[in-house]
C-alpha cells in the first residue's frame, strides 16, 4: 500500500527504544466475548514460519484483576499483565464488555502511555470504545459495529464514527466493526508490516479471503439508539419508518416534530450521531434491498415502493451503499439462496474498484457542512451537503463502501 511519506510521518510516533515492533499485545477484560478476542491471539500466536508468515511475539495482557469470565462462562487467566504493554509496538484491544461502561483507568493509561510511546493501538469491534475512552480517536475516523456506532458517535462527538466500513487505517490508531471484520483488520496489518504475499498465506491458513470488499451497508438495519425511544423524536422516526414508500424529505419531518430545520438537524444527530437526510437515504435503501430479496417487483417499482422519485435515483444510493446495482444484488441474492431453504443473507456484488483514498490528515482537515443546509433531493444522488454520497459521520469518504486506510 502506498504512503505518502509526510503524511506517514506525521500520523506515526517514533517507536519507543524499548519496544519491539514484532511484539503485540492482547489487551482482554472480564464480560468480553470470546470469538473477537481468540482473533488477534490466532492470527499473531501461532507460528506460521513455514507457510511464510513472518512470526509476531504475543503477549496476552489482562486489563484488570483475574480471572477473567468470557461468553460461555469460561474463565480466563492472562500470563502478562498490563506492565507487559510496555514493551510492545502493536497493542490490540479486541472487545470491550459494555459500550456504556467506562474502562478501568489503569488500562486507559497504559493505552495512551503506549500510543504516546509510537506503538501502533488497535480496537476491533467494541474495543474502538476503550480507545475512544482513552481520547486516542479524537478528531479522527474510526468505526466499530454498525449496531453501536450510533453510541459512539453520540458518547464521543469529537470521533468522526463511520459505521459504514469495515476497517479503518488512521496510520497508528486503527479500527474494525464487529466480529469477523477483526479478522479483515489483523490481515491488513500483516500485510501493511510484511507485504501482500505474507498476508495472502495467513488468509489462505484462516481459510478467508484476503481482502473483502464492500463494508457494513450490507448488514445495516432500521435500529437506532435505545436512548432514542423516550424522546419525542422517537414519533416522528417511527411515522417515517412506516412512510418510507411516501415521497418526502427532512423538511417534511421536521415540521411534524414542530422544529426548524437546523434544530431538527441538531437533535437527530445528537440522539443518532446520524444525518437525517442520510438516515433516511439509508431507511430507503435497506427497504429496496428487502423488496429486491423478498418479492418480484420490477426496479423501478422497487423504486416508487421506496420513496425514490425515479429509478435512476435508486440505482445511484443503492450503488453508493452497498457496491452493487439492484439488478446485480438480487440476481446475486437468489444464486445463492439454498433451494427450498429460506433467505440467506449474501454479499453485494461490487462492480468497480474502490478509488483512491484521501490522507488521513486532508480527512481531518475535511470540514462539514453547515448543519442548516438546504436539502438535496433525494433522485440527484447528491448528499445533504451537495457532495456525493455526503457521509452522516466522517468526511472524505471513498465513493464506494470498502475498506479506508491511511495512504
Sequence with gaps: ?????????????KLSGRRRREVVAVLLFSGGPIFESSIPLSVFGIDRQD?????????????EEGPLRTTGGLELTAPYGLEAISRAGTVVVPAWRSITSPPPVEALDALRRAHEEGARIVGLCTGAFVLAAAGLLDGRPATTHW???PTLAKRYPSVHVDPRELFVDDGDVLTSAGTAAGIDLCLHIVRSDH?????????RRLVVPPRRSGGQERYLDRSLPEEIGSDPLAEVVAWALEHLHEQFDVETLAARAYMSRRTF????RSLTGSAPLQWLITQRVLQAQRLLETSDYS???????????SPVALRGHFRRQLG????????AYRARRPQGGGPEPVAAVTES??????TSASRRAAAPGPSGAAPAALDTGRGEHGKPGSDAYATGRPALPGQRSAP
Design 1 to 13: 500500500m502506498s504512503q505518502d511519506s509526510a503524511t506517514a510521518t506525521e500520523a506515526v510516533r
Design 51 to 63: 507457510a511464510g508468515v513472518p512470526r509476531y511475539r504475543l503477549l496476552v495482557c489482562s486489563g
Design 147 to 149: 449496531m453501536y456506532a
Design 195 to 203: 507485504g501482500t504475499e505474507a498476508a495472502g498465506a495467513l488468509a
Design 265 to 268: 438537524d441538531r437533535r437527530f
Design 299 to 309: 426496479v423501478d417499482e422497487v423504486a416508487g415502493r421506496c420513496g425514490f422519485r
Design 324 to 331: 452493487s446495482s439492484p439488478a446485480a444484488y438480487r440476481a
Design 353 to 358: 474498484a474502490v478509488p483512491a483514498q484521501g
